[in-house]
């Protein structure tokens, strides 16, 4: 048996391979905009548009924002150094939605995400599982569709739906009760130390922080995520082992 009846997850760089797709999807872009860029201009544009997207997503989770507000601001602040202009709405939806293209063709699960999912299941054919993401919900649910995800999630809550963002304890507070469960019988996994595991332990849930990258936190993060007993893994691949330990 796993230690949680309900195991639920992030979906953007837990699930998802989220940063490769928009980093092939940004390089495409680039060569529209300047062919000549050299290889190190290249990379440090793709970089920068990783902070806008980082920057006014955040501008639309706190509500500042509306959703195609967060994008039309990313696609205006990325051409603005090229002489594009993207000042009419119809202009920078039109140009986001080029950019999306090279998006959706590089979706991809992370290589481990369905063999840890099915290896949970194995040790206990009763796990539950679902989904908690900061979004959109019509647009994550195409991802969950074309990746093949879908049928083994019983519940996907996503804050665009729910009007809640995580890591406020509404949002998984919703998932909770949805799936009828007290929260020590919840495990919630996902890629960001705060806005996931802290968010999640903080409303009595397991959990779990995938740092893949070998972040440092913060030192304040840090102190938190051990007093309410976050765990940390670096791959999917580790999780059936903690879950069943």
């Known amino acids: ?11 953007d760089d837990t699930l998802f391979a989220h940063r490769e797709a928009v980093d092939a999807a940004a390089a495409t872009t680039l060569r529209t905009l300047d062919p000549q860029l050299d290889e190190d201009t290249a990379r440090a544009e793709v970089a920068r548009w990783t902070e806008l997207e980082e920057r006014h997503y955040h501008r639309y989770l706190s509500g500042e924002l509306d959703y195609l507000g967060q994008r039309r601001a ?15 709405d119809e202009a920078a939806e039109a140009w986001f939605l080029d950019y999306l293209h090279g998006y959706r063709d590089a979706w991809m699960l992370h290589d481990e995400s369905l063999s840890t999912m099915s290896a949970l299941r194995s040790a206990d054919p009763g796990v539950r599982f679902g989904l908690i993401t900061n979004g959109d919900l019509d647009f994550q649910m195409a991802k969950l569709d074309v990746l093949g995800l879908t049928p083994h999630l019983e519940h996907v ?3 665009g739906a729910v009007g809640v963002t995580k890591p406020d304890a509404g949002i998984f507070e919703i998932a909770l009760e949805l799936f009828g469960v007290a929260a020590h019988e919840a495990a919630y996994v996902g890629d960001r130390l705060r806005t996931d595991a802290i968010g999640a332990a903080s409303v009595g849930m397991l959990g779990i922080w995938l740092n893949r990258h070998g972040i440092v936190p913060a030192s304040e993060d840090r102190a938190q995520a051990a007093a309410l007993g976050v765990r940390t893994i670096r791959n999917l691949t580790e999780l059936p082992n903690l879950l069943t330990a």
């Open 1 to 11: 048996m796993t230690a949680a009846s309900v195991i639920l997850f992030d979906l």
């Open 74 to 88: 990313r696609a205006r602040d990325f051409v603005a150094p090229y002489g594009v202009d993207l000042s009419a």
């Open 157 to 159: 809550i996503a804050s």
